[in-house]
Structures are given as C-alpha cells and as structure tokens.
C-alpha cells in the first residue's frame, strides 16, 4: 500500500526550462511535505517543504504546490540547471503528532537536465 | 561537520551471516531512523528511535534489530542476511519535537548478500 507515490520514474528537461515533478497521496492525515534530492552516492538532502496550511512555498528557483483536494503536490523548478540533475523524492508526514518525525516517501522521479 | 555518518559503506555477505550498520550522529538530534532503498520503492522505514533507549518499528522491519543505547548512535542489525535484505541502507535523523520533519541522511551502505 504505497501512501505516497511518484508516477513518473524520469523525466527529461532543455535546461532553462521549467521542471515539473510530481507527488500524489492517499492518506488525508498527512499534514506536511517535503522534497529531497538525491544525487549518486549520496544521502538525500532536504529540498523544500510546504505545510498543509499553505497551498505553495517559493525558495528561489524551487516552488512546491499543494492540491489538497485532489491530494496532489508538485516541485517546480524553473529555470533548470544541469546540476539540478538527480533524484527528487517527495515525502509526507502526519506533523502535528509527527510521530517521531517519521517520514512516508515516494518512489522518486530521476530528472535529467540536458545543456 | 560530520553530521550522520555511517559505517561500513560497503559490505558484502553470504546468506545466513549477521552484520551490523553503525550509525553515528554529531548533532545531539533526539529522532534516528533506518531506511532502505530500492529501485522502484523509494525508502522505506525499517525502524526509529525518538530518544537513547527506545526503538520503534517501521514499514519494513523483519528480519532486523535495533539499538539505540547512546544518544548518538543507532545500529541497524541482520541476523541472518537473506538476498532480499540486498540494499542500500540509509540513516537519518532529526531534531526532537519539531513538526518540520526534515531529516538528515548519512551517505548511505550498500549491503550485498549472496
């Protein structure tokens, strides 16, 4: 039973151009979001969060927005960089109680930005 | 700044053997966390600590243990290493009582059973 999903393995982008990943959910007790990224060999490092409050937080070229409704959330990169290339997950937790801080991840989408 | 740090990186076993992932962190963080991650399931919760002493299960524990007696380490253990316990194992860990959730990895071990 996965929670929080990512349906698309990769995604290829010119850079310059925006990136769109995304992240849907089923539990409706997730109340905060966040995005890591992940390159080779390395551990996944804290991207950008949003809290079930807010429907979009911008820091810099990384927007996410949240659909509550539809129980959607997106990362939007604009404008791509090469370096922005690596593995993006999405994950979410129920926050309030935070339950030790314990974090449901997607499966993550691998985006590559060609120069 | 060593953060989470985790150690062997890479270790190779037969089917049958234990082992145990050390992980250490600097940060005086209260919460650590093991995950696993494999192609195509993300990183999944094997097991947590919210303080020295305590454990807790996650998504995926079987056929692992756990033990947090100091503060700053958390060891991840396999009994009996089965192939399917083949991964790239993650350590985490964040501060106590914050609602953000963000966590710190360590650079990961990847753990091979033949």
């Known amino acids: 039973d996965q929670q929080v999903k990512q349906n698309s393995p990769s995604l290829s982008v010119q850079e310059g151009r925006i990136s769109i990943l995304n992240c849907d959910y089923t539990?409706?007790?997730?109340?905060?979001f966040l995005w890591y990224k992940k390159y080779p060999a390395e551990g996944p490092t804290f991207l950008i969060s949003?809290?079930?409050?807010?429907d979009k937080n911008e820091d810099g070229r990384f927007t996410v927005f949240l659909n509550k409704s539809a129980k959607h959330l997106s990362l939007h990169i604009v404008p791509s960089q090469p370096g922005d290339s690596a593995v993006y997950f999405c994950?979410?937790?129920?926050?309030?109680?935070?339950?030790?801080?314990?974090?449901?991840f997607g499966q993550g989408t691998e985006l590559s930005v060609k120069p | 700044n060593a953060g989470v740090t985790q150690t062997p990186k890479f270790r190779v076993l037969k089917t049958g053997q234990s082992m145990t992932l050390l992980c250490a962190q600097d940060?005086?963080?209260?919460?650590m966390y093991w995950y696993r991650q494999d192609p195509g399931m993300g990183l999944r919760l094997i097991h947590y600590?919210?303080?020295?002493?305590?454990?807790a299960k996650g998504e995926v524990p079987d056929g692992y243990n756990v033990s947090r007696l100091k503060k700053q380490n958390f060891l991840l253990g396999l009994e009996s290493a089965a192939p399917s316990q083949t991964s790239v194992y993650f350590c985490?860990?964040?501060?106590?009582?914050?609602?953000?959730?963000?966590?710190?990895f360590g650079e990961g071990s990847r753990l091979t059973v033949l």
């Open positions: 985490a860990s964040s501060l106590s009582r914050r609602a953000t959730g963000e966590l710190f």
């Open positions: 539990n409706s007790m997730f109340d905060y």
């Open positions: 949003i809290s079930s409050i807010k």
């Open positions: 994950a979410a937790s129920v926050g309030i109680h935070n339950q030790g801080g314990k974090l449901i």
């Open positions: 940060m005086n963080h209260e919460y």
């Open positions: 600590s919210v303080g020295e002493g305590t454990t």
